[in-house]
């Protein structure tokens, strides 16, 4: 996915090089990433982190979740049925952008590509949209004591017609997942200027 995070990073980095007190630090992450593979002291590569922001695509498995929405998740799910549930940050409250949708994350070990399973994961675990690596991520998170948030796009209707649409989608998904990181990233940014 390194195609959909440089025009994200680069923007990023152009907007923020100049506020000192934001100091972001980008780690692509595998898609499909597995509990046993992560290592989150590693990911850090010894420095301090304030706040974990996972960005990225996802598909929708909710009818209430287009193309090219933005998902805020506040609960994270496996296919052991674990969860992981995040307040909204205080700083949050009452000032996320009224367009980003909410709800619940299912983690996939593989992509969605049938109608069918697409079903299976909205009757079995609820979920609202479908990744690859945030349940791993918050997990390791709270192991970690540190604060998390996902923001994802939705690229695709994970389905059959998934790796089409996903192709046909990246460029505007991309686009949009950047701006919205950086409103993310201003709302989770307190009077002084540091995130949190």
């Not at 923001?151 to 017609?161: F, G, P, Q």
């Amino acid at each position: 996915m390194t195609r959909e995070l440089v025009p994200i990073q680069d923007q990023l980095v152009s907007v923020f090089e100049r506020k000192p007190a934001v100091s972001l630090n980008f780690k692509k992450i595998p898609v499909g990433l597995k509990e046993s593979h992560f290592n989150f002291r590693e990911f850090q590569s010894g420095k301090s982190v304030d706040i974990c922001i996972n960005a990225g695509m996802a598909g929708a498995v909710s009818s209430d979740l287009q193309l090219l929405d933005i998902f805020f998740p506040s609960v994270f799910i496996d296919d052991k049925n674990q969860s992981i549930s995040f307040q909204t940050p205080e700083l949050l409250t009452g000032i996320m952008p009224e367009e980003w949708k909410t709800g619940t994350l299912f983690t996939s070990k593989k992509p969605v590509l049938s109608t069918k399973r697409k079903n299976e994961i909205i009757s079995d675990y609820r979920a609202h949209a479908v990744d690859m690596e945030a349940y791993t991520i918050a997990k390791a998170c709270v192991a970690e004591s540190i604060p998390f948030v996902s923001l994802k796009v939705i690229s695709d209707t994970a389905d059959s017609d998934t790796m089409t649409i996903f192709k046909q989608n990246l460029d505007k998904a991309a686009e949009k997942l950047s701006r919205h990181l950086k409103i993310l990233i201003d709302l989770l940014r307190n009077k002084e200027g540091t995130l949190l």
